[in-house]
Antibody, heavy 123, light 107 residues
Framework: QVQLHESGPRLVKPSETLSLTCSVSGGSINSYFWSWIRQPPGVGLEWIGSISDSGSTNYNPSLKSRLTISRDTSRNQFSLKLSSVTAADTATYFC?????????????????WGQGTTVTVSS | DIQMTQSPSSLSAFVGDRVTITCRASQTIVNFLNWYQQKPGKAPNLLIYGASTLQRGVPSRFSGSGSGTDFTLTIRGLQPEDFATYYCQQSYSSSLTFGGGTRVEIK
């Protein structure tokens, strides 16, 4: 059973870089896609970006200039770095697996999620 | 980006009611539409993919329909454990987008 767990600082100062890691157990990040999603307090979900099984990345255009998603296959982890943060980046950050369910046509779903970690941007 | 608009943003219903949530895409997404349920303090949970296919283990009182730009999530016979927030999400584009969510509350 695949499990994901987010870790990283819970408090980040404005203008600094938010860094989170997602540790994957029960499965390899060399398969499927691995995503970051965030949820500001009381608000809906926002997709941040993904990294594929080959290491290629895909970012939300609104965050692309500040965002880096990378992976460490030896540790079976993938990471998020978001630079120049402001209070608007305060949110619960989730990592999730994105995989296809195929039956003729393939539908990509976020089928396994971490529990989420809340990050506050404040001085 | 493909914009996803859900309505209503919230609703109140009794246990046993039939509830319908709609999701509209800003352009055609064929049937590349997923639905998730999220309970307070928890991660979202996949309910339906491909607009109408139930994820394994999801009760049959949940159903999805639609294609193109207009989609519906229906819960027949609302149960106490169904009170939650529901999100649609398009997977037509590699840049994923979610609807704003529909909070289902107890009346």
């Amino acid at each position: 059973q695949v499990q994901l767990h987010e870790s990283g600082p819970r408090l980040v100062k404005p203008s600094e870089t938010l860094s989170l890691t997602c540790s994957v157990s029960g499965g390899s990040i060399n398969s499927y896609f691995w995503s970051w999603i965030r949820q500001p307090p009381g608000v809906g979900l926002e997709w941040i970006g993904s990294i594929s099984d080959s290491g290629s990345t895909n970012y939300n255009p609104s965050l692309k200039s500040r965002l880096t998603i990378s992976r460490d296959t030896s540790r079976n982890q993938f990471s998020l770095k978001l630079s120049s943060v402001t209070a608007a980046d305060t949110a619960t950050y989730f990592c999730a697996r994105r995989r296809p369910y195929c039956d003729g046509v393939c539908f990509y779903v976020l089928d396994v999620w971490g529990q989420g970690t809340t990050v506050t941007v404040s001085s | 980006d493909i914009q996803m608009t859900q309505s209503p943003s919230s609703l109140s219903a009794f246990v046993g009611d039939r509830v319908t949530i709609t999701c509209r895409a800003s352009q055609t997404i064929v049937n590349f539409l997923n639905w998730y349920q999220q309970k307070p303090g928890k991660a979202p949970n996949l309910l339906i993919y491909g607009a109408s296919t139930l994820q394994r283990g999801v009760p049959s009182r949940f159903s999805g329909s639609g294609s193109g730009t207009d989609f519906t999530l229906t819960i027949r016979g609302l149960q106490p454990e169904d009170f939650a927030t529901y999100y649609c999400q398009q997977s037509y584009s590699s840049s994923l987008t979610f609807g704003g969510g529909t909070r289902v509350e107890i009346k």
